[in-house]
């Protein structure tokens, strides 16, 4: 389960968030690549925007399903 006090500083403000147990694995890229991207040194990847629509927050919620580390987390 993701930590929400280990957050990624980069993550856009709200409820999903990306904590620092990333592996770089780059699944979750694959499900939500219009909300996930690389942090500045890629070294992991953060939300950089958070999802609006439903279909956006399908795309978060597969990325959390296929995180093997479960680094991906929702405050909401």
């Known amino acids: 389960m993701a930590d929400k006090l280990s957050k990624h500083p980069e993550n856009a403000a709200g409820e999903w968030y990306v904590d620092t147990s990333c592996a770089l694995c780059r699944m979750c890229l694959e499900e939500a690549s219009n909300l996930i991207t690389y942090n500045r040194d890629e ?13 956006e927050i399908a795309a978060a919620q597969r990325a959390m399903e296929v995180c093997p580390t479960l680094a991906i987390g929702n405050d909401g």
């Open 43 to 55: 070294t992991a990847v953060h939300f950089f925007k958070q999802p609006e629509t439903p279909e």
